[in-house]
């Protein structure tokens, strides 16, 4: 997509584009047709396409976005979910892509371009939804009925990109379809909460979206209701959030009208052959920004974001050795081995690491730990040496890692490719086969069944926030869904009756969120809910003591502050909304 470069705050509007790139049946996907004004685009097919537009956001490329490349403002936000927190280093290099270095130590500053290319994208994708709801009431040739549901989505989309945004940078301003320069009043503070009207887009769209949508990755009421539910979960609005997960468990559909369920294989949810035909049957996936490849786009459709975050040297992607999953993850994953329930809760620095091979090079012998049990879910999630990884054979070590030293020894899977995928769902016209048809899962339903456990748990409803969490446990418990032929020592199992109650809403807590540490490791999560957790400073401190002592010393004397929840808002951004000399926004607290 066309890269423009504008004040964020700015409406700049659309109407120079009829959006994104061609695809061959997705809604979010088609061949651009023209620059074109604004009363060509008032009509259903203009809509169409703006609408387009604002959903070609999400993988959270192009725009006005993306100077630092396009995986700084991915829309996995595998930096700021992942890399700033414990799941995972940084990887690469220890002088490739230098910016996102002081984030993961949490000492970056305003002028950081990660955090400029992130704000730009995620408000260029609020800025296109707010120009589907300025054109819509000039669209006569729209029912009643159809300008609802476009304002819906449109609502749903700017709902969704704020979210983020206040995840990240936490004093936002929002910005509606009233702002612009036009009406004199672009220069929006950020001192207004933002959660009312995050709110109101997601209820909104919860109340005016169809359960089921003809096309591919359009959102649906349930996507919407999980979505406020997130919002009422990150504000501590625990009855809301209860209520309204309720009614999605029990009543929820994915976009083609199935009921939620979660997939019988757990990483069938991260097989780019299963989860980019998301139109044709996944009952897990609540919402997703759709991918695809080799469809004349030039990989433009593809998932760019997550194209750093390959082995290194050699097997699939060839590029570029980030993102690679920490020791404290690895320990994470280590469970009892009669009840097959975890060792701990929380980041043991007297938990002695996992057995792996740094250090060691892929040629001299290496004998893989076949004794200490653990949750299988650790080699869906990071490849390790002597384990097999997908269909590529068994991981080699070294050879597949840029550099251990830096980066220790395990390298990401959730967004890695099959090896017989290779040139079908990778793109043939790139300089990598890391640009591929994944699609990025934004909320699956897993998520939503432990947010309602956390929900349960605060209400104090211990036993059925225990069934909540052994459902996701559950499918982890057949052979069939193991990794085949390894050597490692599987074992998991569920929480007896009545543990929950027995160890008290406390612990109840602390397992209910380790579970969502271990179901939803590497998929950009993990920061946002330690800080909303409040327990980020001491588990984040906690982790740098003990990846340092495993020898990734690129964290040694970094700390985790009070204000570290939250990150810099880009200087440049508050330099644009000044007025004679005093800026419209305020810079967060600590930077």
């Known amino acids: 997509m066309k890269r423009f470069n504008y004040r964020i705050f700015i409406p700049a509007g659309l109407f120079t584009l009829l959006v994104v790139y061609a695809c061959s049946k997705s809604f979010t996907t088609i061949k651009p047709l023209a620059a074109v004004s604004p ?35 991915a ?24 910016d996102i270095t002081p984030l993961m130590r949490w000492e970056e500053n305003a002028s950081n371009g990660y955090l400029a290319d992130l704000w730009a994208a995620r408000y260029d994708g609020v800025q296109r939804a707010n120009d589907v709801l300025r054109t819509l009431p000039l669209a006569a040739d729209m029912s009643d009925a159809d300008k ?103 009543s929820g559909k994915n976009a083609m009208g199935q009921k939620y ?40 459709n593809a998932n760019a974001g997550d194209v750093l975050n390959f082995p290194y040297g050699g097997g699939p992607g060839t590029c570029c050795g980030f993102n690679q999953p920490s020791w404290s993850l690895a320990n994470a994953f280590k469970v009892d ?72 020894p395990y390298v990401p899977i959730k967004n890695v490719y099959y090896s017989s995928q290779t040139g079908t769902l990778t793109d043939n016209s790139s300089w990598t086969s890391g640009y591929t048809a994944n699609n990025i899962l934004l909320m699956r339903f897993a998520d939503v069944l432990l947010m309602c456990a956390e929900a349960e748990v605060e209400a104090g409803s211990l036993s059925n926030a225990q069934d909540l969490v052994n459902q996701v446990r559950n499918r982890m418990t057949p052979s069939s869904t193991w990794v085949q032929n390894s050597p490692a020592k599987y074992k998991i199992g569920l929480y007896p009756a009545g543990w929950f109650t027995a160890q008290g809403q406390a612990v109840a807590r602390k397992a209910v969120q380790w579970e969502r540490r271990l179901e939803l490791a590497m998929e950009g999560h993990r920061f946002f809910d330690l800080v909303r957790y409040g327990t980020a400073q001491t588990e984040l ?24 929840g939250i990150f810099a808002i880009p200087q440049h951004q508050i330099d644009l909304s000044s007025l004679n000399g005093t800026p419209t926004l305020t810079q967060n607290p600590g930077y």
């Open 148 to 250: 609802t549901e476009a304002t819906a989505e449109a609502r749903f989309l700017r709902g969704f990109y704020h979210l983020d945004l206040k995840k990240v940078f936490g004093n936002i301003p929002f910005i509606d379809e009233t702002i612009s320069y036009a009406n004199g009043n672009w220069r929006v503070p950020n001192t207004a909460d933002a959660w009312p009207m995050i709110e109101a887009d997601f209820q909104f769209a919860y109340e005016n979206l169809p359960e089921t949508q003809s096309e591919t990755g359009r959102a649906n009421k349930w996507a919407a209701g999980a979505f406020l539910a997130k919002c009422y979960v990150f504000e501590h609005k625990w009855a809301d959030a209860l209520s309204l997960l309720h009614t999605v468990v029990s």
């Open 75 to 98: 829309g996995s936000n595998w930096v700021y979910g992942s890399v700033c927190a414990d799941d995972s280093h940084k990887g690469s290099d220890p002088g490739d892509q230098q």
């Open 541 to 564: 401190n906690a982790y740098v003591t003990h990846e340092v002592s495993s020898g990734y010393l690129i964290m040694k004397g970094a700390s985790f502050k009070a204000t570290s």
């Open 261 to 300: 369920a979660l997939l019988a294989n757990f990483a069938d949810n991260f097989n780019p052959a299963k989860n980019h035909l998301i139109g044709s049957g996944d009952p897990e996936l609540v919402f997703a920004a759709v991918s695809s490849v080799n469809d004349g786009g030039g990989a433009n």
């Open 337 to 408: 081995g009669t009840t097959g329930l975890p060792l701990t809760y929380t980041n043991d620095n007297n938990l002695p690491d996992l057995k792996n091979d740094e250090g060691i090079n892929s040629n001299d012998p290496y004998t893989p730990d076949s004794t200490t049990p653990v949750d299988p879910r650790i080699d869906w999630t990071m490849g390790r040496r002597g384990i097999p990884y997908l269909d590529w054979g068994i991981m080699p070590g070294q050879n597949w890692i840029r550099n251990q030293a830096s980066a220790g």
């Open 39 to 73: 009363d060509v685009l008032a009509n259903s097919f203009g809509i169409r396409g703006i609408l387009i537009g604002a959903y070609s956001m999400l993988d959270g490329i192009g725009g006005a976005g993306g100077s630092e490349g396009p995986w700084s403002s």
